[in-house]
């Protein structure tokens, strides 16, 4: 049970925006533009994008946006979504990309102590083809990630529990992307 009334059924971050919409915009707005919009300078693919957010989620305990971009994240990577659970279950023995592991390994840091973001671990990422604009992605979509992952729990929002829940959302972010809830609208994801 959510630690304030939010007067909506919406589960996650959802619940939120509709409860404060001038606040949730902003934070749908740079969702959009982390996840979705792409950036200059950065090869990440939106999948890959989906995957550092619900890896970084997966590290905070945060069970709504790990089941929410997991699903995401499988749904843009299609016939190769096994790589998403792999990477949840096990990062070092995914069949992931030396690059991916990199950048998941500068994803792990941010989260745990961003100041751990060391030169070497930059290098090693640049080493496996990994870009400036992929780097700054990363670092910015992992520390926004811990910002949305602490909204979401230290207000205690829905956690749908059933996951078709959870592939209703990855399919309706990875084809709609971060756009309003409409307040009629509750129970969407």
Known sequence: MPHIQLNNDAPGIRSLVLYRPDTGQPLYEL?????????????????????????VSSRNCTDFCQNSHAAAARFLYGDNQSIVDQVLTDVDTASL??????????????????????????????????????????????????MYNR????????????????????ERMGTLGYVIPQSGRTNQA
């Open 97 to 146: 990309s030396p690059k991916m592991k990199a950048l998941l390994s500068i994803a792990e840091h941010v989260q745990t102590d961003a100041r751990t973001v060391s030169t070497e671990l930059v290098e090693t990422a640049r080493q496996y083809g990994a870009t400036d604009g992929d780097v700054h992605d990363t670092v910015l979509i992992a520390a926004s990630f811990c």
């Open 31 to 55: 969702a959009q533009a982390l996840l979705r919009a792409g950036s200059p300078g950065s090869t990440l693919v939106d999948a890959e994008r989906e995957l550092i957010a619900a890896y």
């Open 151 to 170: 909204y979401v729990d230290g207000l205690a929002t829905l956690t749908p529990a059933d996951p078709a829940a959870y592939m209703a959302m990855g």
